[in-house]
């Protein structure tokens, strides 16, 4: 055997940390889907899904290297979760037609926004890594 190559239990071990945070991601969307079906909340479920996904780390901090190790393959090919909302986008031309105004607006504050928080949220990381060396 290759002394590069990993071992059977290695592979075993990462095949089924990766099936074990799938199956907490998509627990958590079902949970997201029920929860807001059951209070009828105006959320998309799989924001619900997410902020329940966020008190699941915070609680069970040891589920992070299982859920991250299924995420990471996940956000590899992030730009395909973008498909569906680019399609209902153009399926909704002709009423964006008569209102793109509002749309262009939304968009680019929504953006505008997005990147400023992130881009805060980056600098006090980065502070906070500084403080720690």
């Known amino acids: 055997m290759n002394k590069t190559s990993p071992s059977i239990g290695?592979?075993?071990?990462?095949?089924?940390q990766y099936a074990l945070g799938f199956a907490v991601l998509a627990a958590?969307?079902?949970?997201?889907?029920?929860l807001t079906r059951w209070l009828a909340l105006p959320i998309p479920p799989a924001i619900v899904g997410m902020v329940l996904l966020l008190g699941v780390l915070a609680r069970?901090?040891?589920?992070?290297?299982?859920?991250e190790a299924a995420s990471m393959p996940l956000l590899k090919h992030l730009m395909l979760f973008f498909i569906?909302?680019?399609?209902?986008?153009?399926?909704?031309?002709?009423?964006l037609r008569s209102g793109w105004?509002?749309?262009?607006?939304?968009s680019i504050a929504?953006?505008?926004?997005t990147l400023a928080v992130t881009a805060l949220t980056l600098q006090k990381?980065?502070?906070?890594?500084?403080?720690a060396r």
């Open 10 to 16: 290695a592979v075993a071990s990462s095949t089924l």
């Open 28 to 34: 958590l969307l079902f949970a997201g889907g029920m």
């Open 60 to 67: 069970f901090g040891k589920l992070v290297p299982v859920v």
């Open 84 to 95: 569906p909302t680019v399609a209902g986008v153009i399926e909704q031309f002709q009423a």
């Open 101 to 106: 105004l509002p749309f262009v607006v939304a």
């Open 110 to 113: 929504g953006a505008a926004l």
């Open 125 to 131: 990381l980065l502070k906070r890594q500084e403080a």
